[in-house]
């Protein structure tokens, strides 16, 4: 049985796509899409925020794998000011990893949005021998570790500084196996 | 709930209408330490009110607090000015914090006004012992600068005003201008703290890195009287005009625990099961407040004529 998803650390967003309006409470923004897909919310946004206020600081990275989005990130905020914010628009798993990069630096959760333009690729993270398993997987699929071999069942828990679900030996206690 | 004997070890009343109190255990020993921003709530007569611990807070013999003479509260700080005199004993509860500094932060902005001052000196001195970035403004009034001189041998990055204009033009360049990664901490007045949060979130400052230290509520009004049913014993009777239904449960006696009685603290909370409730207090988040269950007795009330309370 499946717990209501809001009383559990995987965000809605990474449950079903969306798109959220843009943060329109800051004074700078730093926009990541990640691939052709995100384009319609990066856009969006960008309309939103220029709307609000047609000098705003808006910076767009469009971008297509986690190192160039982390350094986008890393780049904007080393010169940032209290009011920035960062929205990320791209598959789940990817705002999953950048929003973790984001946490680790010290982004609050007020100042991030995320809108997600698909979620059936999850990385899984072993609670046995720690290792990343990224697949087309649901929540309470089962799947074999790419590390170690054990069949891992995708828990509904999101590690938010890792940026993946968490995944544990679903036949441990099986009589027999192998 | 425990409590502390203490001591009144000296007192200064070194600027006007602000009395310093330096309180110890009788025997001189060690008093709990507490976190920065931490109060102390002293036992004053009737009433108990909280104090901000100025003194240093790792395993201190002293606890040090700097008390405002209020003329319209609840008798608290004019019974400490005009009652307490050295060697005379107080019980305080130990001490407590919601205003602690936030360990992450790249930079401290402690901005305070008046009596508000008391807060930010034990953060001054944690940032000091700890080496942590501060920026400190601090508006008073002319010949109440209160901590001043203690302040400057803790940090070089003081501003200090007198007049509301000049201060409020700092403070917007302040807050416009912090490097990503600064919370900001406030404490003074109610209505200094309303314009302060209000100035910050206009320059784009989220609620996560915003820190208040309430004294408590202005003046209520005495709001209108409501019915209270509880649901366990049937009990129905009036709240009137002027009374709080924490007087009115008490007056019927319902031991309800509490402290501040001004919807700070959180003691006197409740669980309401049925009406429309008027809430006053500071310390519901909004969604506790939406949810409509729970209420702090000693300052909400009915928002209709009738409350339902799970008692």
Not at chain 1, 55 to 60: G, L, N, T, Y
Not at chain 2, 62 to 71: I, K, T, W
Not at chain 2, 84 to 99: E, Q, T, W
Request: proline fraction near 5%.
């Amino acid at each position: 049985m499946k717990p209501d998803l809001e009383t559990t650390s995987v965000p809605a967003w990474a449950a079903a796509t969306s798109q959220p309006d843009a943060d329109l409470s800051g004074r700078a923004w730093t926009v990541v899409g990640f691939g052709d897909d995100a384009e319609p919310i990066v856009s969006a946004w960008r309309t939103q925020i220029l709307g609000h206020n047609a000098h705003a600081a808006v910076v767009v990275h469009r971008v297509d794998d986690d190192e160039a989005a982390a350094q986008a990130v890393d780049a904007d905020l080393a010169g940032a000011l209290v009011g920035w914010r960062l929205m990320i628009a791209g598959p789940a798993d990817a705002c999953l990893r950048l929003r973790a990069h984001a946490l680790r630096i010290g982004v609050g959760d007020d100042e991030i949005v995320v809108g997600s333009t698909a979620v059936g690729t999850r990385d899984v993270l072993c609670a046995h021998c720690q290792a990343r398993t990224r697949a087309e997987v649901g929540i309470e699929d089962v799947l074999p570790c790419a590390g170690c071999g054990r069949n891992l069942l995708v828990y509904y828990h999101v590690s938010r500084l890792k940026g993946a679900y968490l995944g544990f030996m679903v036949d441990a206690e099986l009589v027999g196996a192998p | 709930m425990t409590t502390l004997e203490l001591t009144v070890r000296a007192v200064d009343d070194g600027f006007p209408g602000i009395r310093t109190l330096t309180l110890a255990r009788p025997d001189g020993g060690m008093l709990p330490s507490f976190t920065p921003g931490s109060h102390l709530v002293i036992e004053c007569g009737s009433s108990a009110n909280a104090y901000s611990l100025t003194s240093d807070s790792v395993a201190p013999r002293e606890y040090v607090v700097s008390v405002l003479e209020c003329p319209d509260g609840s008798g608290g700080s004019r019974w400490i000015h005009h009652e307490l005199a050295v060697g005379d004993s107080v019980v305080a509860r130990p001490p407590r914090s919601a205003f602690s500094p936030i360990l992450r932060a790249r930079r401290h902005l402690l901005v305070a006004a008046g009596i508000g001052i008391t807060p930010m000196v034990s953060h001054l001195r944690s940032a000091h012992r700890w080496g942590r970035e501060v920026r400190l403004l601090y508006l008073h009034r002319e010949g109440r600068g209160v901590y001043i001189d203690e302040i400057k041998a803790m940090t070089d990055y003081m501003q200090t005003f007198t007049e509301r204009r000049t201060f409020l033009h700092e403070l917007s360049s302040a807050l416009a201008d912090q490097p990503f990664g600064t919370h900001l901490y406030v404490c003074g007045p109610a209505g200094f703290m309303d314009d302060t949060v209000a100035l910050a979130a206009g320059l784009g400052w989220p609620p996560s890195r915003i820190h208040l230290e309430r004294f408590g509520i202005d003046a209520l009004d005495p709001g209108e009287p409501f019915e209270v049913t509880l649901t366990d014993s049937g009990d129905t009777f009036v709240v009137d005009s002027g009374v709080s239904l924490l007087e009115a449960l008490h007056a019927r006696g319902h031991d309800i625990p509490n402290l501040c009685r001004q919807g700070v603290c959180g003691e006197c909370r409740i669980p309401v099961a049925g009406g429309e409730i008027l809430h006053r207090d500071l310390f519901l988040t909004d969604a506790d407040k939406a949810a409509g269950d729970t209420m702090m007795s000693c300052v909400s009330r009915a928002c209709g004529d009738r409350l339902e309370l799970a008692l």
